[in-house]
Each structure stands twice: as C-alpha cells, then as structure tokens.
C-alpha cells in the first residue's frame, strides 16, 4: 500500500502507465451515509486489465482448507481485459486496493464519485423488512413457493438438487453433511459472482442470460411436480428461512453495521410482543364482560359548593401566577413599564392579597345585599314593564286612527282640484 496512490472524492485521475490505487476508509460514523457508497469508474480507449489487491490473495495465510480453496479459486477467477469498469465501494467497509495494468500506451483515466443515497442498498434493507414481517403468510403461497425454488435454483444449484434428491439418501447424517457443504459452496459461488457481476454481464451476458432460463425453467418444473409445502413442519422451517434471509438482506442494505444490528433486534423483539400483546388482548375482552362499566351519573353542584369551587380555583390560579412571576424566564422589566401601579403588582407578587380592602368594601356596598346596584335592577324592571303597557295601548290607537285616515280620504288631492 505504500505505493499507491490514494484516492479521495471527487478526485479525477489520467495516466498512461502501470499503477495501483488505495482508497482508505473514513471510521467516523455518520448517519447520513447510511446508504451511501462510493463509485469508483475507471475507463480507456484501449483495453486493460483490472486487478484486485488484498491480503486475502496470499494463500500461503490461510488458516483453514476452506480459506485456501476460496483463495486458490480466486486467483484463478480472473476478469478478462476490458475498457470501461466500475467498483462500488460501501461506506465503513474495507479499505480496497487495485492495480491497473494497460496494455499499450493510452492515457486511462480514474474518476471517484460518491453516491448519497444507493438505490440498491435501499432496495435490499426494505426487501429485507419486508420478507421478515410477512414471512410467515408467503410461506403458505404457492405462487412465492415457486418463485423461491427458482432463485434458490439459479443461485445454489447444490443445495436444490441436493434437497430434490433428499429421498434418495439414506441417512440423515450424510444429507446434512452434504447440505453443508453445498451451502459453503454456494455462498463462495454467489460472493464470486457478486464480486464480477458486471464483467460478467458485460462480456459473457447470453452465457449467463441462458444459465438463467434454463436453470429456472428446470426448477418451476421440479417445484411445481412437487407441489406446494403442505405439513406445518415444513411452512414453519420454511418460514425461518426467510426470516434468516431478510436478516442477511438488511444487514447488506445497510453500511453502518451498528444500524443493521439495531434493526434486527428491533424486528425480532416486535415479533416477540406479537403474543404477549394479543394475550393481553384476549384476557382484556374477557375480563370486559365481568366488569362491566356503568353508566355514568351527573352530580350538579350545590350553590355553596359552586362558591368554595370558585374560591379555591381562583387561589390556585393566583398562586401559579406569583409563582411564575417570581421565575427569571418573567420578563419583570418589560411588565413593570407597562404598569400604573408597579408597587402594588410587587406586593402582589410576595404574597399580598390582590384585592384592597377598599375596593373590596366598594364591591360588597355596590353589588351586595341591600346594595343600589339591587334596587337599580329591581325598578328598572318594574318601570319597564309598566311603559310597555301604555305603550303597546298607544300603538293600537294610532293604527286604529291611520286606517280611519285611510278609509275617509282615499284620494288625499281632491279637494285641491276642486
């Protein structure tokens, strides 16, 4: 890695010889990389090989038989020369290296953009959410039966003809071995693919279109003769699978593991409040027919009771008010500009009643018993029924008088004619 050339965003690079590049991953975490990834596009007029540099290339650190096998796979899977290639790159992933090896002298050139938001990280963690909540009613469809048997069909050709031929095994021991193995040997096929898809599709795109067809038509044929899962035991593991699935779907859709630990947990800790919710549910409807609620009574308040409501109300509600104007979020100078009586608003304030006594006894001779405020309101209604009836009398007259008019003098001018 020292002599590389390291990369940075937005980075545009042109030269003409041999050279090997080194993007270094940034480790501080930030949410909005959540989906985000970097593309790394590298393209000439002539062609040239790609070639991927890492540790894991040198078979001779391998600690396990698998890990040579895969690494000895791996130098002998190499892409062919081309003129255009693309890397993406997640976020808070491995640093990744590579070489570039030009076969005649023509100017290539390196450019290192970042996308924000990937749209195929996204589409693999809301794929994963959403196999995870309907796992177990896809299980029970036929149609989505046969649309797994076909993927499982293309991607890990073993394991299906491994769980076509599953009768023809004698011992369970011997199959789940098997199964095993065809399971790693799967998963590497499906890594190597991922890792060259695009060389893949690009330069032997009818080979793969017709490994495809052929592998898929083959499967719907052999799921199909066999017919949908039928036993609970077999909807339940089949369930599980896809649970399985989605957890590796949303951790490879995201970029932050932390994230796609989180979510995963989240989901299964829903999954397991399903049951204690709709027990709670179901005791809840039970004990609704026991205790039953009654109807609800109005009490109306006696007037006594609605004075003593009013005066400890209003108390509580003075209170809060010292209180608040006591706080230093109270604008205390703002308040006292806009007073007339600033000495009294702070007595107020440290507890003095918020009424005078003189204002008090103005308010008991105005308005209380044998007050002129009472004797006001008792004439004002006796001497306003009385000028009613007169006047209602007068009315009549002078409607009884206007219809005389009419009827003496219909034609008001015809004494001036004459």
Request: net charge neutral.
């Amino acid at each position: 890695g020292k002599n590389c050339s390291l990369l940075q965003e937005m980075d545009v690079i042109q030269k003409q010889d041999e050279n090997c590049y080194c993007y270094v991953q940034n480790r501080t975490i930030h949410l909005q990389y959540l989906w985000s990834t970097l593309q790394i596009k590298i393209n000439s007029r002539e062609k040239f090989r790609f070639e991927p540099i890492s540790e894991k290339n040198n078979c001779r650190n391998s600690e396990t038989v698998f890990e040579f096998a895969a690494c000895a796979v791996q130098i002998l899977w190499k892409p062919e020369t081309c003129t255009e290639t693309f890397l993406s790159i997640k976020q808070y992933g491995e640093d990744v290296c590579f070489k570039i090896q030009p076969f005649k002298i023509e100017p290539y050139t390196v450019r290192v953009k970042r996308e924000m938001l990937d749209g195929k990280l996204l589409f693999l963690f809301v794929a994963g959410i959403f196999l995870f909540h309907f796992a177990n009613s896809l299980s029970r469809s036929a149609k989505f039966f046969y649309l797994s048997g076909i993927i499982l069909g293309a991607l890990a050709l073993l394991v299906f003809v491994l769980l076509t031929l599953k009768r023809f095994i004698p011992r369970h021991s011997t199959f789940w071995i098997l199964m095993s193995g065809s399971w790693m040997a799967s998963l590497y096929f499906i890594y190597c693919f991922k890792e060259n898809m695009q060389w893949l599709w690009s330069e032997h795109r009818n080979y793969l279109l017709g490994y495809f067809l052929a592998v898929g038509i083959t499967s719907f044929a052999i799921c199909y003769q066999h017919g949908p899962l039928t036993t609970e035991l077999s909807i339940t593991l089949f369930t599980w699978t896809l649970q399985l699935t989605a957890f590796v779907l949303i951790y490879c859709g995201v970029t932050i593991p932390q994230v796609a630990y989180a979510v995963i947990a989240v989901s299964l800790c829903s999954k397991g409040l399903c049951y204690p919710l709709g027990a709670a549910c179901h005791i809840a409807r039970k004990m609704k027919h026991h205790f039953k609620s009654k109807k609800l009574v109005f009490k109306y308040l006696t007037e006594e009771e609605y004075r003593e409501q009013g005066e400890s109300e209003t108390l509580r509600a003075l209170e809060e008010l010292r209180s608040f104007c006591r706080s230093p979020d109270f604008p205390s100078w703002i308040a006292v500009s806009k007073l007339q009586a600033p000495h009294r608003f702070a007595a107020f304030v440290l507890g003095s009643p918020h009424v005078s006594p003189a204002e008090t006894k103005a308010h008991d001779e105005q308005y209380g018993i044998g007050s002129s405020f009472l004797e006001e309101q008792l004439f004002e209604t006796r001497a306003q029924s009385e000028q009613d009836e007169p006047a209602n009398s007068i009315h009549e007259e002078d409607g009884e008088n206007e219809n005389e008019m009419h009827t003496q003098t219909p034609f008001p001018y015809a004494t001036e004619l004459l």
